[in-house]
C-alpha cells in the first residue's frame, strides 16, 4: 500500500510516500480503507527529531493519527461496527503514526455523521480527543469562563465548539483576521500578545493553551493559579507550574476517546464542523508539514489519500 513516511529526521523535504506492507486489525481494533487522513504538529515534531530521544522509533516511520474511511477488517472483540461502515478516529498513539496510509488500524472510532465531509471527519479525531482531554483536566462546564490562547488553529476551534456545548463562556485569542470566524464558532475574540489581562478584565476560570507562543507567565497570572493552566504546546511549562498535557509518552494523560463520540453527535444536530484550513493529496504531504509548522493554518490540515 501507499504510505507517508520518512527514514530519517529532517525537515518536510524528508518526506515520502512509499510502498509499505498492510497493517492489520488486531484485537478491539478495525482497520479502514482510507479516504482523508490529518496531519498534526505533533506529526511534525515527531519527522524534525523533535521527540526522538522521548519517544525513540524504528525508521522508516509512517505518519498521522487520525482518519477517515471504510471499514475493511474487524478485530477480535469488536462489535457495533460491520465492514463497509463510514467511521473516523485514531491509531493506536503509543505508535506515533500509521494513519497517513491507504489503510489504516484504528484503536478508537466513531461513526461519521453524514453532516462531515470525509475532509472534516479526516482531521477530527485527534484534535477532538485532545481538546476533550483539556477540557475535562480543566473541569470546564456551564458557567465555566474559558481562555483559548491560539483559539484560530486546529485544536483551538474544536475546543472553542466542545467548550460552547457544555455551557461555557469562551474568550478565544487570534490574529484580527481570524476574529469573525472565532465568532461564527461561538467565542468572544481578542488578540493575542502583550497586555491580554486588559484585553480580558476579570480574568478567567481557567486556560487551555494551544499556541505554546511564550505567554504562560502572563495566562498564570489571568487564570490567577497555575492550576488552571493547561498547554498541550508550551515545553516550558513545568518552570512556570503549569501542567503540559500530552496523549503518549512518558507523563501522559488518559485519553478522552469519549469526545470522538461527542463530536459525532454535536456534528448531526449541527452544532460542530472541523475548518479545515487547507487539503492536498497524500502526495504533497511536505506543503502540508510547511503550512504546520508555520503556525498559520486556520483549522486542521488534511490529506487525501483516495476517492473511493
Known sequence: MRALQFAEYGPPSVLRVADVPEPHAGPAE????????????????VRSGRFREMIPLALPHVLG????????????????VRAGDEVFGMTDLARLGGANAEFAVLAAWAAKPAAMSWAEAGGAAANVETATRVLDLLGVGAGTHLLIE??????????????????????GTASERNHEFLVSLGATATTYGPGLADRVPGGADAVFDCAGSGSLAELVKLAGDAGRVVTIADFDAAAHGVHMSRSAGPGADPQALHGLTIAADLA???RFRVPVAAEWPLEQAARAHE??????????????????
Open 291 to 308: 503550512l504546520c509548522e508555520s503556525g498559520h493554518a486556520r483549522g486542521k490540515i488534511v490529506l487525501t489519500v483516495s476517492s473511493e
Open 65 to 80: 493519527v487520525d482518519a477517515a474511511g471504510i471499514v475493511d477488517e474487524i478485530g477480535p472483540g469488536v462489535t457495533g
Open 268 to 270: 448531526g444536530q449541527g
Open 30 to 45: 478495525i482497520r479502514i480503507r482510507v479516504r482523508t487522513s490529518g496531519v498534526t504538529p505533533a506529526d511534525a515534531y
Open 150 to 171: 491560539g483559539a484560530a488553529g486546529g485544536v483551538g476551534t474544536v475546543a472553542v465548539q466542545l467548550a460552547v456545548a457544555r455551557g461555557a463562556r469562551v474568550t
